[in-house]
């Protein structure tokens, strides 16, 4: 798994639950290291070995960490640049879902290792859709469940998020372990201000 | 004067300077106007047709006027950043992005040349120049501040009325959204601004995460270097830094003494008293080494019980010898360990890279050895500077006699057990080279 993810989740636990919790995590899933490095890529073994410790430190059912990781990517100070990276994606909410589908592509422009899960959008009306996220690992649902509504939010828009087991499976998405279908209720496009999104704001800083 | 003009302009070209929209929104198609197609469009490509240009329904008595207005509302959806330009050489009308980075000024009506630096091609200079530089690449920049910088493309429109010069940002789209706050609604849904800062974004952060891995994996390289130069138990340098250290010296054409030394007795005491109190023993000496030397010498334990310094600068052989005695006689000055006093001594032999027309490192060390094995031969504790002689002294192959009690001329009352019988190396190559 590439570092990225497992930095990620690092990260989460660290700036959630402090470095301390992390250092046990690491320890209990025999790293043999207490830092993930972002640029490097791991055995795929080491990531469900730290959530199935997080998940043992925390006593909280690995849906609603793995919710959690989503919510704090987009919300958390520290993962700012992810969030950012995200908004590039439309102008409002319904925008960005339609982005989702080239959102690995994107990444992939980036970071060329990174394999992010599929995309697949899928409009059954106006207000109504439907994501496939077909991952090659299992768990990235729940994740992209966390980020949609954490999105939501920072759109100012109200929606409601539904996940299904299984469901039909997206065109070109085979031998995958994760595969999972959010059902998207867009209930109000401008429900709440949102958060500003400035084009310009860390262009040109240089990190 | 810019009054004048635009009023003039305005009538020229059959429309009020209010007649440009002065508000629209962009990629939004639902809220776009969608011009109706009139004569301008049909000038296109399809003009040579001729017959073409008859299709033209009837009813459009204004028809250039009407058709230009068209054809700026095409602009501003398509190409937000283009300016008209009137045959003067004054601006017509700008596309709403490009009017908002001049919003409070305004530039419709003002000369184009005394807003716009045309930079590159450098020949053009008058507006005549600019007219006829249909589709060569422009480089323009604003004259006033921020001075935005823009790659531009022209084209005439038909009829000698004017022409188009679409702008784009270029390099410098990372500075323009943040200088004039600009938004994704302001650019075309077609331009790759938006994801061009995305990209620069996205790399900004992958570059910053690898720089990071970079500083640390340095850090990690710095270390694993130290180590692999630094001998652990003595915190000296190793055989291999030594060498690296002496090639340096030889390379600059530096004058420095190489100063082999070799402990005497030590065997014993690694024997009697155990390894630990060998390697103490190793430590101490070194500590004597580096307290008896200067911060620019190099002392490195090359073997079990045998050591180098080089004494970068150092030619006086007086200076060099003092230097030897003081290092064997604190030496033997006997080591406490465990309640138990260690007894070594110590040889040493030199050699002068000066005494060398092209000095070699193999040869130094080599040279070095014999001047060591002399002293063991005066019987320990001694220093000897090479000389050329001691080629022909030195029996070939290993001096098993060495220091063999009842031969020594320096007996100092250590009773040498027989355990220090060890072999030397003959002279011609250095068994560490």
């Known amino acids: 798994m590439h570092g990225l993810v497992n930095r990620a989740i690092q990260r989460f636990v660290t700036d959630t639950y402090g470095a301390a919790l992390w250092r046990r995590v690491a320890h209990e899933a025999q790293l043999g290291f207490v830092?993930?490095?972002?640029?490097?890529?791991?055995?795929?073994?080491?990531?469900?070995?730290?959530?199935?410790?997080?998940?043992?430190?925390?006593?909280?059912?690995?849906?609603?960490?793995?919710?959690?990781?989503?919510?704090?990517?987009?919300?958390?100070p520290n993962a700012e640049a992810v969030r950012r990276l995200l908004r590039f994606g439309g102008e409002d909410f319904v925008d960005?879902?339609?982005?989702?589908?080239?959102?690995?592509?994107?990444?992939?422009?980036a970071v060329s290792d990174l394999d992010l899960p599929q995309l697949e959008l899928r409009e059954h009306a106006a207000d109504r859709?439907?994501?496939?996220?077909?991952?090659?690992?299992?768990?990235?649902?729940?994740?992209?469940?966390?980020?949609?509504?954490?999105?939501?939010?920072?759109?100012?828009?109200?929606?409601?998020?539904?996940?299904?087991?299984?469901?039909e499976r997206a065109a070109g998405c085979v031998n995958s372990e994760g595969l999972d279908v959010i059902d998207i209720t867009l209930i109000e496009a401008g429900y709440a201000e949102g958060r500003s999104f400035d084009l310009g704001a860390n262009v040109g800083l240089g990190a | 004067m810019q009054r004048a003009g635009r009023s003039i302009l305005g009538r020229m070209w059959g429309w009020g300077h209010e007649a440009h929209p002065a508000k629209r929104t962009l990629g939004r198609p639902r809220d776009a106007h969608v011009p109706k197609v009139g004569p301008m469009q049909e000038d296109g490509p399809v003009a040579k047709k001729g017959e073409r240009m008859n299709i033209v329904g009837p009813g459009q008595v204004p028809q250039t006027a009407m058709a230009l207005?068209?054809?700026?509302?095409?602009?501003?959806?398509?190409?937000?950043?283009?300016?008209?330009?009137?045959?003067?050489?004054?601006?017509?009308?700008?596309?709403?992005?490009?009017?908002?980075?001049?919003?409070?000024?305004?530039?419709?009506?003002?000369?184009?040349?005394?807003?716009?630096?045309?930079?590159?091609?450098?020949?053009?200079?008058?507006?005549?120049?600019?007219?006829?530089?249909?589709?060569?690449?422009l480089h323009l920049k604003f004259r006033d501040r921020p001075a935005t910088a823009f790659k531009g493309l022209l084209t005439p429109l038909p009829g000698g009325a004017g022409a188009v010069v679409n702008l784009s940002f270029g390099i410098s789209i990372v500075d323009a959204v943040r200088d004039y706050a600009l938004t994704s609604a302001d650019f075309a849904a077609t331009d790759l601004a938006i994801e061009m800062l995305y990209l620069v974004e996205a790399k900004s952060a992958a570059m910053e995460a690898s720089r990071k891995l970079n500083l640390q994996l340095q850090g990690a390289m710095i270390a694993a270097e130290e180590q692999a130069f630094t001998d652990t138990l003595t915190g000296l340098k190793n055989r291999r830094a030594m060498g690296h250290v002496l090639d340096r010296l030889i390379t600059l054409g530096r004058s420095f003494a190489l100063m082999l030394i070799d402990l005497d007795f030590f065997k014993a005491v690694n024997d009697s008293m155990g390894h630990a109190a060998g390697?103490?023993?190793?430590?101490?000496?070194?500590?004597?080494?580096?307290?008896?030397?200067?911060e620019a010498d190099t002392v490195a334990r090359i073997g079990g019980d045998e050591f180098v310094i080089l004494f970068d600068g150092a030619e006086d052989r007086a200076v060099l010898d003092r230097v030897a005695r003081r290092i064997i006689g604190e030496?033997?000055?006997?080591?406490?360990?465990?309640?138990?006093?260690?007894?070594?001594?110590?040889?040493?032999?030199?050699?002068?890279?000066?005494?060398?027309?092209?000095?070699?490192?193999?040869?130094?060390?080599?040279?070095?050895?014999?001047?060591?094995?002399?002293?063991?031969?005066?019987?320990?504790?001694?220093?000897?500077?090479?000389?050329?002689?001691?080629?022909?002294?030195?029996?070939?192959?290993?001096a098993q006699n060495?220091?063999?009690?009842?031969?020594?001329?320096?007996?100092?009352?250590?009773?040498?057990?027989?355990?220090?019988?060890?072999?030397?190396?003959?002279a011609g190559r250095h068994p560490l080279m």
Do not use: W
Not at chain 2, 280 to 288: E, G, K, M, S
Not at chain 2, 403 to 424: F, K, Q
């Open chain 2, 279 to 294: 390697d103490h023993v190793l430590q101490q000496v070194a500590r004597i080494m580096v307290e008896e030397t200067r």
């Open chain 1, 96 to 109: 960005f879902l339609h982005s989702l589908d080239d959102l690995p592509d994107r990444a992939r422009l």
């Open chain 2, 331 to 398: 030496l033997e000055v006997p080591i406490p360990y465990g309640g138990q006093l260690c007894h070594i001594s110590a040889s040493s032999g030199t050699v002068l890279s000066g005494d060398y027309a092209e000095p070699k490192a193999e040869r130094l060390l080599a040279d070095a050895d014999l001047a060591l094995y002399t002293s063991k031969k005066r019987g320990r504790a001694c220093h000897s500077f090479f000389r050329e002689e001691m080629r022909d002294e030195t029996p070939v192959g290993p």
């Open chain 1, 129 to 167: 859709f439907s994501l496939t996220v077909c991952a090659r690992k299992d768990g990235f649902g729940p994740v992209m469940i966390g980020m949609l509504r954490s999105l939501a939010d920072d759109y100012g828009a109200l929606v409601l998020l539904e996940r299904r087991a299984g469901g």
């Open chain 1, 35 to 76: 830092d993930f490095e972002s640029m490097l890529i791991y055995d795929d073994v080491l990531t469900p070995r730290v959530l199935d410790a997080v998940e043992a430190e925390l006593g909280k059912p690995r849906a609603e960490i793995l919710e959690d990781i989503g919510t704090y990517l987009v919300s958390h």
């Open chain 2, 402 to 426: 060495v220091g063999e009690p009842g031969e020594s001329d320096a007996a100092d009352g250590e009773v040498s057990s027989g355990a220090e019988i060890r072999p030397l190396h003959g």
């Open chain 2, 69 to 137: 207005e068209q054809v700026v509302e095409v602009l501003d959806i398509l190409c937000p950043m283009h300016v008209i330009i009137a045959p003067t050489g004054h601006i017509v009308s700008v596309g709403p992005t490009l009017a908002k980075l001049r919003a409070e000024q305004g530039l419709r009506g003002a000369p184009f040349l005394e807003v716009f630096e045309l930079r590159r091609p450098r020949n053009l200079v008058s507006i005549a120049d600019l007219m006829a530089a249909q589709g060569l690449k």
